[in-house]
C-alpha cells in the first residue's frame, strides 16, 4: 500500500492542477485527486506512467464530503503527506457591480475550502508528525489587480493562512507554504480571456521574461516545496512564480525597450 508518499491534489482534472498532480506521481507519490468532474485524463496519464492515483467527484466546498474524502484517501493510499490547494475560480467584476453572492462563493471556494482540507489532511500529518500543504495563491494575492475584489481579497486571505498554518504547525513537522503564479495559459485564462477584459500581448508586455507561466514552472515549484529533501526549512512563505512581474516598478516603454 504506502510507500508514505501520498499527495493530495485539489481541482486535478485540469490546468495547474493536473500538471501538478502528474509531477508528483513522476516524482514518486501517490496521488489524490479531488475535483467536480471524473479527472480520466489525469488519471489515464498518471497509470501509464506507471503511477498511482485515485480520484474522487465532489464540490470542496462541501465539508462533509472533504471528511469523506479523507477518509477515502487514508483507507485507500494511506495517510496524506501532501496537500495541495489548487481547486480556484475566477470572477472578473467591477468591484461596485460585484453581486455578494458571487462575492461569497469566490470565498467559499478559494479560501474557505482550502481551510477545512487543511483541517481534514492536515490532521493526517499532525499525527504523522511530517507533511507539506502548499497552496496555490496568485500575483493577485500579493498586489491588487483592478476588477477582480473578489478573486484578490481570497488570495490574500489565502496567504495569510498559509502564514498562521505554518506558524501553528511548524513545530510538528507540517510545513505550509504559498505559491503565488503570474498568468498562466489554462482553461481559467481563456474564459477569462473570453470576456473580453485583457488578452495575451497585455499580459506578456506587463512581464519582465516575456511571456505567460507554464503549468509545468508552476507544477515544478509546487513539487520542490512538497519535498521535505529539497525545501525541509522553508515555512510560511509566499513563493511568487511570475517571471519578475511582482518585482518590476518599471513603466512599460521602459520594460519594452529593455528587451
Ligand atoms: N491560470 C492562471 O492564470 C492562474 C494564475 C494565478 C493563480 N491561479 C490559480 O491556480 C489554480 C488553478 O488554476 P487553473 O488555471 O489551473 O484553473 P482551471 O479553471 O483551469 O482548473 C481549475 C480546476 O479546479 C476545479 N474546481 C473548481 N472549483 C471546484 C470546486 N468547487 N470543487 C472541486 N473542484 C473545483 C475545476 O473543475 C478545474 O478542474 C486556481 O486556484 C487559480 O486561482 C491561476
Known amino acids: 500500500m504506502s510507500s508514505g508518499k501520498i499527495a493530495v491534489v485539489t481541482g486535478g482534472r485540469q490546468g495547474i492542477g493536473r500538471r501538478t498532480a502528474e509531477v508528483l506521481a513522476e516524482r514518486g507519490f501517490s496521488i489524490a485527486i479531488i475535483d ?6 489525469a488519471l489515464a496519464a498518471i497509470k501509464a506512467a506507471g503511477g498511482t492515483a485515485m480520484a474522487h467527484v465532489a464540490d470542496i466546498t462541501d465539508e462533509a ?11 485507500e493510499l494511506g495517510p496524506a503527506s501532501v496537500l495541495v490547494n489548487n481547486a480556484g475560480i475566477s470572477h472578473i ?6 453581486a455578494s453572492a458571487d462575492y461569497r462563493r469566490v470565498l467559499e471556494v478559494n479560501l474557505v475550502a482550502p481551510f477545512l482540507l ?32 473578489a478573486y484578490n481579497a481570497s488570495k490574500h486571505g489565502l496567504i495569510g493562512l498559509t502564514r498562521t498554518l505554518a506558524a501553528e504547525w511548524g513545530g510538528r513537522g ?9 498568468w498562466v495559459k489554462t482553461e481559467m485564462d481563456v474564459a477569462d480571456q473570453a470576456g473580453g477584459s485583457y488578452n495575451d500581448a497585455d499580459i506578456i508586455n506587463r512581464v519582465p521574461m516575456g511571456r505567460f507561466a507554464s503549468p509545468e514552472d508552476i507544477a515544478n515549484t509546487i513539487a520542490f516545496l512538497a519535498d521535505d529533501a529539497q525545501s525541509p526549512f522553508i515555512n510560511g512563505q509566499a513563493i511568487a512564480v511570475d517571471g519578475g512581474w511582482t518585482a518590476d516598478a518599471s513603466w512599460e516603454s521602459l520594460r519594452l525597450r529593455k528587451r
Not at 65 to 75: G, K, N, P, S
Not at 176 to 182: D, E, I, Q, R, T
Request: net charge negative.
Open 118 to 149: 487543511a483541517k481534514a489532511f492536515g490532521q493526517q500529518m499532525l499525527d504523522a508528525g511530517r507533511g507539506s500543504i502548499i497552496n496555490v495563491a496568485s500575483v493577485a494575492g500579493l498586489l491588487g489587480v483592478s476588477d477582480r475584489a
Open 36 to 41: 467536480l468532474a471524473m479527472p480520466d485524463e
Open 174 to 182: 507540517v510545513r505550509v507554504n504559498a505559491v503565488c503564479p503570474g
Open 93 to 98: 467584476a467591477a468591484a461596485e457591480s460585484t
Open 65 to 75: 464530503a472533504i471528511d469523506q474524502f479523507a477518509e477515502l484517501v487514508r483507507a
